[in-house]
């Protein structure tokens, strides 16, 4: 099979046309997966007029069609056509692949550049068996790229009666595709953030930390279920707060919120802007229940590397457990250290290793070292795994 293109690969650039701009702002606008693909249904109907449209999303094998997701527009005269994927995959291996691996990263084809002449395409296996039986004569295709893959893709396919795809309805795709690659960027990220999130909130599931993360503006990212319950505890007190679903009772205690502030207030007075990439020195404010049942320990987390990245509030809790003889143990440890060293102590109980505390810190990792065998001799713990449990 010939690779000799019928039609320019890769035409000339051009900016947006005024209907196509009104369709790519609905396509930005657009959040969440639904949203998108709901607005890319709308975009490729008015634009590149099709009988069907199918969006093919998250490859793990492009050359097999094995994807995470497959979606077929609302409007395509066929709903599902995932009873073919065998033979899309078996025949399209032969129909398509000596193209896309001479033109590896083109952005638009259509499938009458495949044969220096299209005329013999009916002629194939591919379209005898997968675009014959579906009512099928043309195709066009958007594709994006990835270290030599494609990762999403989509197929618009047409009946013979409305004729093949023309230069300009490719020149068409060509000029839409940085655009919606924009808007799949925007997705993988958003969809990113959401995984992260996920596998967060789930391994902390399955660990009994209490902790809590708060945006800049005081709004719950998450909570862990032990850290609604100390809430419920220091809102109420223990004996009330066991009348009580901690979660349903859930509000953030009034001083945890006045500390947040006050850490808020200290980084807006310091106004010190650090250089791109640089690690911030975490400010931390210890907080006692009124009752002196709980206390928590508050850490600013800074990000310097997004402008629009605003720092986020990362809430530690733990029940004083405290006794007419005294305070807790934890309690009576900590006052043992010098507000550094608590800092120190409380960045190995987030896990952290020794060279992002000394990144985070601004010091060397020898210096992070000595002075962790400093804060072991004064609690009398031997390793980080004995400091945390002491310090919980």
């Not at 009104?22 to 007029?49: H, T, Y």
Request: proline share 7%.
């Amino acid at each position: 099979m010939s690779t000799t293109t019928t039609l320019p690969i890769v035409p000339p650039p051009r900016s947006l046309l005024a209907e196509e701009q009104n369709a790519v702002l609905e396509v930005n606008r657009a959040l969440g997966i639904k949203a998108l693909w709901k607005s890319l249904q709308s975009l490729f109907e008015d634009l590149v007029p099709h009988d069907s449209l199918v969006m093919s999303q998250g490859y793990t094998d492009w050359r097999s069609e094995s994807t995470t997701r497959r979606l077929t527009s609302a409007r395509s005269r066929v709903p599902d056509d995932s009873h073919m994927e065998p033979v899309v995959a078996g025949e399209g291996r032969n129909f398509f692949q000596p193209f896309l691996n001479a033109h590896n990263g083109i952005a638009a084809y259509t499938h009458s550049q495949l044969m220096s002449d299209p005329r013999k395409i009916p002629q194939s296996r591919y379209y005898k068996r997968f675009m014959q039986p579906l009512g099928w004569r043309y195709s066009a295709h958007l594709l994006y790229w990835k270290q030599g893959e494609v990762t999403t893709s989509f197929a618009l396919r047409r009946r013979p009666d409305q004729g093949d795809f023309s230069p300009e309805e490719l020149s068409r795709l060509h000029t839409l595709h940085p655009h919606i690659g924009a808007a799949l960027d925007r997705l993988d990220a958003y969809e990113g953030e959401h995984r992260a999130r996920v596998l967060l909130e789930s391994y902390y599931r399955s660990q009994p930390d209490a902790v809590l993360f708060l945006d800049w503006d005081l709004q719950v990212i998450y909570t862990s279920m032990e850290a609604s319950r100390l809430c419920a505890v220091w809102n109420f007190g223990l004996s009330e707060a066991r009348r009580y679903n901690s979660q349903a009772v859930f509000a953030l205690p009034p001083e945890i919120a006045g500390a947040v502030e006050e850490l808020k207030n200290s980084l807006l007075i310091s106004g010190k802007e650090l250089p791109l990439n640089a690690e911030p020195a975490p400010r931390t404010a210890q907080v006692v229940s009124p009752r002196g049942e709980c206390q928590a320990l508050v850490t600013m987390k800074r990000d310097n590397r997004g402008a629009h990245n605003r720092p986020v509030f990362l809430v530690r809790f733990q029940e004083a457990s405290t006794t007419p003889e005294g305070p807790s143990d934890a309690k009576r440890l900590l006052a043992q250290l010098s507000p550094a060293e608590r800092e120190l102590a409380a960045l190995i109980c987030e896990g952290l290793p020794n060279k992002v505390i000394a990144q985070q810190l601004h010091k060397t990792e020898g210096s992070v070292r000595v002075q962790i065998s400093g804060i072991y001799q004064k609690l009398r713990v031997g390793s980080r795994t004995q400091l945390v449990l002491a310090l919980r």
